[in-house]
């Protein structure tokens, strides 16, 4: 197996807290993640691209930023023609696959802009029968688009349900088209654990690796589950698993945002005014208010935590079937998520446009047996952007010159102390009403704001959680000064080099 080329398993979560692990949470139960960092590596500075779905995930797939491959928030779509590392990974003989959630196309479809993740093609299962790819450089796909109860339910999972005995699989989700005052599910939900869609993606990315070998080929699979998105809902037992009473929800002091840009304390009224930033019909995520009483958010938070242990129960058994068929040895496991979440902290919940590490931090684990020293741990600021490089570099592949980010595989394998000094996110939610960016470095963080003078500065090393805004102080003007310059320099460093210069004319 050592000479075989090298498998490539990448495992998701969608919108899961980086605190949200039993490695380092004892109050939530995931053996079978905390199985995967004790065989393998635990990074505890890794950062999103965008804090937002489809952005975070095209960078997946493309190795590129959203400002880049044009995907530059949710309800946008990740133009067809980019190239992709699927599509790369094809070129050298390799069967991939995504199961699971995309979201590389919006809920909505125009002549210009055509979508397959959107009404009415969502619940048209007998085009979703024959469609199964090729699409965004994967050979096969088999996804869902929903979370939870979702109208946005069909695809390949509704077809799986109806095969697998549960023919009135609607009943358990809302109808479509959703009447108006409807209300959401919350925290136990009547799907049996059988049907749900944290199983389907556990039990279709089996069958991909089962076609893989098969078919006598390394893999590249994107097994992309759902959870621990919103809506709060998931089957019992995990339902009950956590009791609210014990949750500890984040907490904001009372002046910490005082400090902030305007929309930050704007979120702690009861009806706030947002419509300075509303530029166009599409609303902004995270710009209401986030007023939320302690007993619903424990609540909140222990159903969060039983669907990211649901979720943890399905990643077990394809860890096992690796075991079970002898590929763990040869094959690369990246579980992360696309972005951060809040569950209290500064006063915030869910997402938006704000850069806390709550939002932009990552959950990572990465394992490759005899090659990623087991139970090791890494301090290195890691980015989404650097995984399409990282995975290409593990499988002795050239990265392609289009893609933007480094390879960290010396880093992940303990030979080098860092591959980069800084992390990008970009954030633009809005054309130009709601467009900002931040640099991460190893101490500093500093975000900027299109057409504003105000800011943020933290410094991580004195202030991990993020109370004090340095943006105004006089006695931070000279690192604020440096920091935006590396700032300018990081801007330039990221434009990619898709082809080489060859002569001198």
């Not at 299962?125 to 946005?152: I, Q, T």
């Not at 958010?297 to 079937?321: F, V």
């Not at 094959?331 to 500064?346: A, M, P, S």
Request: charge should be negative; hydrophobic fraction near 35%; charged fraction near 20%.
């Amino acid at each position: 197996m050592a000479d075989a080329p090298m498998n490539v398993l990448l495992i998701t979560s969608d919108q899961q807290h980086w605190h949200t692990l039993g490695i380092n949470n004892p109050l939530i139960h995931t053996p079978n993640l905390d199985r995967l960092a004790a065989e393998g590596m635990v990074f505890n500075r890794a950062y999103c691209v965008n804090p937002v779905c489809s952005p975070s995930r095209a960078t997946m797939i493309t190795g590129q930023f959203p400002a880049w491959h044009h995907c530059w928030t949710i309800g946008v779509k990740l133009p067809e023609d980019v190239p992709t590392v699927g599509e790369y990974y094809q070129q050298h003989g390799y069967a991939t696959a995504l199961v699971g959630k995309a979201h590389f196309q919006p809920l909505a479809s125009e002549p210009d802009q055509t979508s397959l993740e959107c009404q009415p093609i969502l619940r048209d299962l007998d085009f979703w029968r024959k469609f199964r790819g090729p699409w965004y450089g994967f050979e096969e796909v088999e996804v869902a688009r929903n979370h939870a109860d979702e109208s946005h339910v069909g695809q390949h999972y509704a077809i799986w349900m109806e095969e697998n005995g549960l023919k009135n699989w609607a009943d358990y989700f809302q109808p479509w088209p959703r009447p108006a005052g409807m209300k959401q599910r919350r925290g136990s939900w009547e799907l049996p654990e059988e049907f749900h869609y944290s199983t389907w993606t556990a039990d279709r990315t089996i069958a991909q690796m089962q076609r893989a070998r098969q078919q006598e080929k390394p893999f590249f699979i994107w097994s992309s589950f759902h959870d621990p998105h919103p809506p709060y809902l998931v089957p019992e037992p995990w339902a009950s698993m956590y009791d609210p009473r014990e949750m500890q929800p984040g907490r904001r002091l009372e002046d910490e945002l005082d400090r902030m840009p305007p929309h930050f304390g704007l979120t702690q009224q009861q009806k706030p005014d947002f419509s300075p930033w509303a530029e166009t019909r599409h609303g902004n995520h995270g710009f209401h208010s986030h007023r939320c009483p302690d007993a619903d958010l424990r609540q909140n938070i222990a159903t969060y935590y039983g669907m990211i242990s649901l979720m943890d129960k399905h990643i077990g058994r394809i860890l096992d079937e690796l075991d079970r068929t002898g590929q763990a040895e040869n094959t690369l496991i990246l579980f992360t998520t696309d972005h951060g979440h809040f569950l209290g902290q500064h006063g915030l919940i869910a997402k938006g446009p704000f850069h806390y590490e709550d939002m932009i931090r990552l959950p990572m684990l990465a394992r490759c047996p005899g090659r990623i020293p087991a139970g090791s741990t890494c301090d290195a600021l890691q980015s989404q952007i650097d995984f399409c490089p990282t995975m290409l570099a593990a499988c002795g592949l050239q990265v392609p010159g289009q893609m933007q980010g480094l390879s960290q595989w010396d880093v992940w394998r303990g030979r080098s102390d860092a591959a980069r000094d800084h992390a990008l996110v970009e954030n633009r939610h809005q054309p130009s009403a709601v467009h900002l960016r931040t640099l991460v470095t190893q101490r500093y963080k500093l975000t900027v704001y299109r057409g504003h003078d105000y800011g943020e500065l933290f410094d991580l090393t004195t202030d991990p959680e993020e109370r004090r805004n340095l943006w105004n102080e006089p006695q931070m003007a000279e690192v604020k000064s440096q920091l935006l310059h590396r700032f300018v320099q990081a801007e330039l460093e990221r434009e990619p080099t898709r082809l080489q210069r060859i002569a001198g004319a």
